[in-house]
């Protein structure tokens, strides 16, 4: 998929290293190996879309206030990707939960008549209908499965990483629906951006292939 980027790199959104090692040239952000990724893609996110106006309820707040939201969400395979993100004040995070932004305008109309509550079990029904499915509640054109065998890693600190929680529930997951927790997300030569914990299960489980997020104009250099 082509994320979202502004035509020039914004300075001064980022910490000084990252903002040295990532820039855009010809449409393509190429991002420095030391750098965060989803640090990255919050300081493109303020950059194009504000950081002072809440997206859900179109309060003003401060900066220091303001934070970022899911649209598509993280437990329900949601990547930390511009398309993927809009500010929004602290209440209306908490508010929304762990539903997409469609489904957050549904239950705020239904408060209206009293039936919100049963809306939002029927939500949570469909999420789970669609995990037993083995599918995620995003977009079908975000994901491609892609043989694990071509995702690469450029690099990786010696860590025992299966004692980490994010292993621990990725293995949690991964029995109960036979299916990863998330996309990994690669960038257009197929090295992973995010997700490096679920490449690592993955690849422990010996699978074939994987549902990934390929960013067409992301590039790690």
Partial sequence: MIISLPEKFPIGTL????????????????IGRD?????????????????RICYYCGKT??????TLDHVYPRDFGGPSITDNLVPCCQECNN???????????EILLARQNG?????????????????KKKMYSLPEHWIEEVKLSEIQILYLDSFNYKATKKY??????YNMYEMLRRPIVVDRKNNILDEFILYLFAKDKKLDKVPTIKLENVQIR
């Fill in 15 to 30: 910490k000084k290293q990252e903002n040295n090692q990532a820039f855009i040239e010809n449409g393509i952000l190429k």
């Fill in 35 to 51: 750098c965060k990724f989803s640090n990255i893609m919050y300081g493109l996110t303020y950059m194009m879309k504000g950081d």
């Fill in 61 to 66: 707040i401060s900066k220091k206030e303001m």
């Fill in 95 to 105: 508010d929304k939960n762990n539903f997409t932004h469609q489904q957050y305008k």
């Fill in 115 to 131: 039936t919100a509550k049963q809306l939002k079990e029927e939500f949570y029904r469909q999420h789970e209908e669609l995990r």
């Fill in 168 to 173: 621990k529930d990725s293995k949690k997951f």
